[in-house]
């Protein structure tokens, strides 16, 4: 059962990256940054939950994932204020 909630939490990580990497292909303005921005955070929350399911025991992988979204989310901040 652990294994499963696992899975789901890396999953839903993977598909926001993926998500947000389709987003931003797509980019004409500041205001589809800031959309992305929004789904990064909401993965951020996910991601955050996930990782309180499972007691914070993710080999590792949950902390550096959680990182790279917070990086994520701190570049996506300084391209929308470059972009206004």
Known sequence: MKKKKRVLALSAVVLSFIAG?????????????????KHVQEAIGEMARA???????????GVRAEEHLR????????????AR
Request: no cysteine.
């Open 21 to 37: 990497a389709a987003l931003s292909a797509q980019v004409r303005d500041w205001h589809d940054l800031k959309d992305v921005h």
């Open 51 to 61: 990782r309180a399911a499972n007691h914070y025991d993710m080999g590792g992988h």
């Open 71 to 82: 990086a994520a989310e701190r570049e996506l901040s300084m391209a929308i204020g470059n």
